[in-house]
């Protein structure tokens, strides 16, 4: 491996409330109030991701109570006939804001708590991403409606009754579609587990090991959100696809320690030919680290990667895995380094093709930079959120530049998997689950060795 690779700066730490308390850095990513710093200094014309964050989350509440205004404007329209008039616009304004803002503080320290409150919570945050979403379509149906009028009015003539009725049905067009598809992400849109064939390009591969038949999930958020008996019907999935190795990319339990044995002992039903491997992710410390890997290592035969590597026979060539251990802090963080990957690199015979498992995608730039030839990861869970559109635009990409899919650097491919569970909230849009069914294969222009 290239070991020129100098280590800039150590691991910068950071506050990691984010999945914590919020979930995902959304349009309502309203957790980076939950105290977190940011002790990196960035220079002018470079924003941290924490500040980055708290602008996302101010703007999202500006946005959430313009939403919710638009919508209580479209039932006066529908009910009364008419709109708001300036001084009842600036009452339901100022009722509006003060109701979310007293409801953003009641709801931040009660994610995590049980029962009523729990559900009170995490029922108003789901409720007020309805409201955003349904909002921004409402405005913009109400734009394109009020363009049609103008075009339309320079040839026939159109009444205000004939405005308010279009006002009126496009409105409700657009709350119908919002809080729909908001109602779908929370229902089904979350529940979808999508096996993704990917195919990853090594340099110089041996022949054998393109055979390879590579599992990864990652993200499991076991807990709450995702029960051991839920989990049962993911593992026989993945365990249906006769993989030769299983890779687990870090955030196996979700914050709840009463989870992680019944969690392991069903991890423990996972089978390859070569052996299932993890790393632990920022949730994993949050649970308990030393918990998870002694219960792991009692309850199945999973093999814990702490900052450490394993040489495996295959076909009587040798693949790499390592691991490298996710020290739960500075969630928010781009462009990591670790003096651990290096020592790893350095450790690692240069000549030999080496899969990295590393649960944050920030640390790309240096494993590529070290030689590595795949990073897999998660931690981003593509945002659980996204536009349409071949670059599946999503929240996540306040915190990584890489959020989901394949991505290439210098010699190393790297993997960002959308997780199998849900953080925070339990709602996903057109980001489904993901088991990666993985093979390597000869870089084009590369000699495959025989
Ligand atoms: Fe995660």
């Known amino acids: 491996m290239d070991r020129g690779c100098s280590l800039g700066s150590p691991i910068v730490g950071l506050d990691s409330r984010y999945l914590l308390a919020g979930g995902w850095a959304g349009p309502c990513g309203w957790a980076l109030r939950a105290g977190m710093s940011d002790p990196r200094s960035f220079s002018a014309h470079e924003r941290s991701p924490v500040k980055s964050i708290q602008l996302a989350t101010r703007l999202a509440l500006l946005l959430l109570i313009g939403g919710e205004l638009l919508m209580v404007q479209w039932a006066s329209l529908a009910s009364r006939g008419s709109g708001l008039t300036v001084s009842e616009g600036v009452v339901f304004a100022g009722l509006v804001g003060v109701l979310n803002l007293v409801a953003f503080s009641l709801a931040r320290p009660r994610i995590r708590a049980q029962g009523l409150a729990l559900v009170l919570a995490r029922g108003w945050i789901l409720g007020s991403v309805a409201a955003l979403f349904t909002g921004l379509g409402l405005a913009l149906a109400w734009v394109m409606l009020g363009v049609l009028v103008v075009v339309a009015r320079s040839g026939v003539e159109v009444s205000p009754e004939q405005i308010r009725v279009g006002l009126v049905v496009t409105g409700g067009l657009a709350l119908l579609m919002g809080f729909g598809a908001s109602l779908w992400g929370f229902t089904w849109g979350q529940r979808r587990v999508r096996i993704d064939r990917v195919d990853l390009p090594v340099t110089g591969l041996p022949v054998a090991l393109s055979d390879l038949n590579l599992v990864q999930i990652s993200d499991l958020h076991i807990g709450p959100l995702l029960p051991p008996e839920e989990l049962r019907g993911m593992v026989d999935r993945v ?169 290439e650097q210098g010699g190393c491919v790297l993997y960002v998997n959308r997780g199998l569970g849900v953080a925070g909230l339990p709602l996903r849009f057109n980001c489904p689950r993901e088991i990666s069914w993985i093979r390597l294969v000869p870089r084009e222009g590369s000699e495959a060795l025989p």
């Open 239 to 407: 365990n249906a696809l006769g993989a030769d190795l299983v890779l687990i990319t870090g955030d196996v339990f979700d914050f709840d320690p009463a989870y992680v044995e019944a969690g392991c002992r069903e991890l423990g039903r996972l089978s390859a030919t070569h052996g299932v491997f993890a790393v632990l992710g920022n949730h994993d410390v949050y649970t308990g680290a030393e918990q998870v890997v002694a219960s792991l290592r009692a309850n199945s035969a999973i093999r814990v990667l702490r900052d450490e590597w394993e040489r495996l026979d295959v076909g009587g060539e040798s693949l790499c895995i390592a691991g490298l251990e996710d020290r739960g802090v500075g969630w928010t963080e781009r462009d990591s380094e670790s003096t651990e990957l290096e020592r790893l690199a350095q450790e690692i015979p240069e000549s030999l093709p080496t899969v990295l498992l590393v649960h944050r995608p920030a640390f790309f730039a240096q494993a590529a930079a070290l030689g590595f030839d795949v990073a897999l990861t998660g931690h981003t869970h593509g945002g659980q959120l996204s536009l349409p559109g071949l670059k599946h635009h999503n929240p996540s990409r306040l915190v990584s530049r890489w959020t989901r899919g394949r991505f």
